[in-house]
């Protein structure tokens, strides 16, 4: 009887696992099916808070907070800034308004010897096609830009517009996706701020024409 007992005790979770089955399979099925969307955000300006902690690109419909990667700053504050060119590569957006996106450094082909030393010293490789190169990986967050109002003095800083391409995870289940307002205030010197930290234009050479849109 005892052993009987046993057997009934072993074999009764083994049927509810087996039950579950089913359910837990259909779950992860569903967390594998994402979906998404991919839009253009025109970029009106893309600025550096003046401590060097957060990236911020400004479009059309939404602002982009980014976390600073502490080898770009370097490189900004290095004689390399003014000669190095940039490409902003897909941004991925959660249903949270988190972000990831890529952000690429290049140094000219004609890059005197000193400089290519210089870059290889903050990290920068040579790409199949021989140019020194560094990418980063930026992270932030997503702000809706409704009801911003653009300083004219930023306003006038791009002649032409620019493009970066947005893929944007649709949230499950019919729920909402977060939508966060964006924390750039303008002060009362027409400075854009970020937490009252001044934002300046981040002055990259060839950072808008590497999304320039035809």
């Known amino acids: 009887m005892k ?32 979906e998404y969307k991919n839009y253009t955000e025109n970029v009106s300006q893309i600025l550096v808070a003046a401590n060097g902690s957060k990236i911020v690109v400004l479009g059309s ?12 700053v370097e490189v900004m504050d290095s004689p390399l800034h003014p000669k190095v060119t940039a490409r902003m590569e897909q941004f991925k957006v959660t249903p949270e308004s988190d972000m990831t996106g890529g952000f690429t450094l290049s140094l000219p082909a004609n890059a005197s010897n000193e400089d290519q030393r210089l870059a290889q010293s903050y990290g920068f490789s040579k790409n199949a096609s021989g140019r020194l190169t560094q990418s980063f990986l930026l992270s932030g967050k997503r702000y809706s830009a409704k009801g911003f109002t653009m300083p004219s003095a930023l306003a006038k800083k791009f002649n032409q517009t620019y ?5 944007e995870e649709v949230p499950t289940g019919g729920k909402a996706a977060l939508v966060l307002l964006t924390p750039l205030t303008v002060a009362a010197d027409g400075v854009l701020t970020l937490l009252s930290i001044p934002l300046v234009p981040l002055g990259i050479a060839g ?8």
């Open 3 to 34: 052993g009987k007992l046993i057997l009934a005790a072993t074999v009764l979770p083994l049927l509810g696992l087996g039950a579950c089955a089913p359910v837990t399979k259909s779950l992860y099925s569903e967390i594998s099916q994402k």
């Open 207 to 214: 950072m808008a024409a590497a999304t320039a849109m035809n």
């Open 163 to 167: 493009s970066v391409q947005i893929r």
């Open 61 to 72: 419909q939404y602002h982009y907070i980014l976390d600073t990667p502490p080898r770009l």
